[in-house]
DNA sequence: TATTGTTATACTCTATAACTATA
DNA sequence: TATAGTTATAGAGTATAACAATA
């Protein structure tokens, strides 16, 4: 990783940095860079990944769940499930309660995938926050969850 | 603003609800939508918010410099600068010291809707946060930047 | 009437390579 | 030989509207 340039100091000293927004947008930058790095090798990336670890969980979402959890519009939804399903790693299933409604769970594969690839993720988030302790680390995963959720 | 799902609240207690970069990209996305919301009055957007933010700072930044601060690949600063430059907001100096460079300065009429735009950021971004106290907000400020400049 | 999933489309953003002028 | 800016282009991501099936 190549040392800042000087001059990129003079804009360390800038307004943007301790505007939240410009925070947020550049640490997220590094992390989905860093994330997607890691998840390539499982040919996902962190769109693809979230859908799958979803599918893989407890909660049998509809894809319009997925959408609004993700904050992704249906429509992209529908090419992530696409893509996963021509892959054999989840199944729409429509839903007994609503026939409008698919319901994408993870095949056993789908699942064996998802579970690698968290431990790849879990490895690159480890090196990209590597310098901040536990403790920093959970309070960090609390404000952004308070700003993630803000219905809480 | 919809109250959530209630089938929403079962990915609540989804995996990913710890995953810190997750909870970066769905805390960023709130962000970047409302502050492009507020800063489209003054026909912005967060990305040339930020160029022309700089470029009214004291740190007269190469685009270079800004394409590295920002995280963008310098084939956009162009045209985010090329727009700039032809609403008369910034100017392409070049640099005396390397006539390769060219210095991005704002001018007069660019430091003023820089700065009328950064009152409409900050308010956009205090109701985005409102749930956060002054503390718990300067804390994520604090971890944010320990995420976005790793160097340090 | 409203909603779910889908398709289509247009637009923005991102990433890459190649070129020029300078260093 | 390397770097700053530029151009071009292709791919990914985003946003919108419309439609069929179902509620």
Known sequence: MPKPAAAESGLRASALTDDL?????????????????????????????????????????????????????????????????????????????????NVVVATDAGRALASAARESARAAEERVHAQLSDEDRQTLTDLLRALAFPED
């Open 21 to 101: 927004s410009f925070l947020l947008a550049r640490a997220n930058a590094i992390a989905l860079a860093a994330g997607n790095a890691a998840l390539s090798g499982h040919g996902l990336k962190a769109r693809s990944y979230s859908v799958l670890s979803l599918a893989a969980g407890e909660a049998r979402p509809s894809q319009r769940e997925l959408a609004e959890f993700l904050r992704l519009d249906p429509s992209q939804v529908v090419s992530l499930v696409d893509d996963l399903q021509t892959r054999g790693l989840v199944e729409r299933r429509p839903d007994p309660a609503d026939r409008r409604a």
